[in-house]
């Protein structure tokens, strides 16, 4: 019964990874398509991962957080704006489509950047401040 319920809902899991059921290491040719292509130190990213990376570059706009290369805080409220947009967009394209966990976190980092990014409005800061 659980298999034909994961049948109509029209996905493939395929098992990439890079290791047999024994624990051998599974060679490059012999691994699924994909699985090589990644490096060790990679972790794969998730829909989390993915939220909780343009929140950091949000923060960062918004002058929240240093640049991790210069060390400088930089504030650009148009790019932090952008960012703020495409997170938005991100919620009303996914609406029903992730975990219940998923859709808690991006709508709590959603509703914080808003109104980080409203209070510096509202405040009158300026670019590059």
Same mark, same amino acid.
């Given at each position: 019964? $659980?298999?034909? =319920?994961?049948? $109509?809902r029209? &996905? !493939?899991?395929?098992? !990439? =990874?890079r290791f ?5 290491a599974?060679?490059? +040719?012999?691994?699924p398509s994909g699985?090589?292509a990644?490096s060790? #130190? #990679?972790?794969?990213? %998730? &829909? +989390?991962? &993915?939220i909780l990376g343009?929140s950091?570059?949000?923060l960062?706009h918004?002058?929240?957080?240093a640049d991790?290369? $210069?060390?400088?805080v930089? !504030? ?8 703020i947009?495409?997170l938005?967009?991100?919620r009303?394209? %996914?609406r029903?489509n992730?975990?219940?966990?998923e859709? $808690?976190?991006?709508? +709590?980092m959603l509703?914080?950047? =808003? ?6 409005? =509202? +405040?009158? #800061?300026k670019?590059?401040?």
């Amino acid at each position: 019964m $659980s298999d034909e =319920r994961d049948e $109509s809902r029209g &996905f !493939r899991v395929t098992d !990439r =990874r890079r290791f047999a059921e024994g624990g051998d290491a599974v060679p490059v +040719s012999d691994a699924p398509s994909g699985a090589g292509a990644q490096s060790a #130190a #990679a972790e794969p990213v %998730t &829909f +989390s991962t &993915f939220i909780l990376g343009l929140s950091t570059q949000a923060l960062l706009h918004l002058g929240d957080v240093a640049d991790p290369t $210069s060390g400088h805080v930089a !504030r650009d409220l148009d790019a932090a704006k952008h960012v703020i947009d495409i997170l938005g967009i991100l919620r009303e394209k %996914t609406r029903g489509n992730v975990e219940p966990a998923e859709e $808690s976190l991006l709508e +709590s980092m959603l509703y914080d950047l =808003r109104m980080r990014y409203v209070a510096l409005m =509202r +405040s009158g #800061a300026k670019e590059g401040t």
